[in-house]
C-alpha cells in the first residue's frame, strides 16, 4: 500500500526569502515520510499574489526532482487564476479538500 501523502500547512506573508526553506521541507517530507505526494494547504496564507504562485512552482520543481508533487488544498479563485495565468494548471494539482 502506498504511504499518505505528507502535508505542509503553508501559513502567513509569502516571502522570497521563506521560498527556500519552503522546498527544502517538501524535499525533507518527501525523502523522510515515503511519501511520494505532499499536499500544500495554503489556506492560511495571508496573501495569494505573484510570490505565493513562484513559491508553488519552485515547490512542484523540488518535488518532482525528487520524484514526488504537490498538490494545493484551499487555493481561492483568485490563486487558481494566478496559477492558469502563468501556465502551471497543468502542472501543479489542485485540489478543494
Known amino acids: 500500500m502506498a504511504p499518505e501523502p ?7 506573508p509569502l ?6 526553506r519552503l522546498c527544502e ?5 518527501l525523502t523522510h515520510t515515503g ?15 505573484a510570490i505565493a504562485v513562484d513559491a508553488l512552482a519552485r515547490m512542484q520543481l523540488t518535488a518532482s526532482r525528487e520524484g514526488g508533487a ?7 479563485p483568485g490563486l487558481r487564476d494566478l496559477l ?3 501556465g502551471l ?8 479538500e
Open 6 to 12: 505528507a502535508v505542509i500547512e503553508v501559513e502567513g
Open 35 to 49: 511519501a511520494s505526494v505532499v499536499v500544500c494547504d495554503v489556506n492560511r496564507v495571508a496573501k495569494l499574489d
Open 89 to 96: 494548471t497543468d502542472v501543479i494539482a489542485l485540489t478543494g
Open 15 to 20: 516571502s522570497p526569502e521563506l521560498i527556500g
Open 84 to 86: 492558469d495565468l502563468a
Open 25 to 29: 521541507r517538501v524535499r525533507a517530507l
Open 70 to 76: 504537490i498538490v494545493v488544498r484551499h487555493a481561492c
